[in-house]
C-alpha cells in the first residue's frame, strides 16, 4: 500500500529517531513527510518501531493510505523530491 506519513517531534533525538526510521520504509519528500510503499506486515512494524520512540503524550505521527487510483493523480509543483540539507555528499 502506498501511504503518506506526517509526523511533529517535539525533541530533537526523537526527531532524528524517527527520521531514521522512515528512511527504512520510504523517501523524504519534505522535512517531516515521508511517502512509503509497504505491505501490511512492513506496515505494523513501521508504526510499532516508531511507536517505540516518540512520547504519545508531545508527539504525532499521522498514516494516510493511498488507494492505487489516488496515488496515480498525485501532482506535483515546483520541487517533487526532498533534498536532505544535512545528508552527506561525497565530492568527486
Do not use: W
Amino acid at each position: 500500500m502506498e501511504m503518506i506519513v506526517a509526523y511533529d517531534i517535539a525533541h530533537p533525538r526523537r526527531l532524528n529517531r524517527v527520521a531514521k526510521i522512515m528512511k527504512d520504509y520510504g523517501v523524504r519528500v519534505q522535512k517531516s513527510i515521508f511517502e512509503a510503499e509497504v505491505d501490511s506486515k512492513r506496515f505494523a512494524e513501521m508504526k510499532r518501531r516508531v511507536r517505540d520512540v516518540i512520547l504519545e503524550e508531545e508527539d504525532g505521527v499521522k498514516y494516510f493510505p493511498l488507494c492505487e487510483k489516488c496515488a496515480g493523480t498525485v501532482e506535483i509543483i515546483g520541487q517533487g523530491v526532498y533534498v536532505d540539507p544535512d545528508k552527506e555528499y561525497l565530492v568527486v
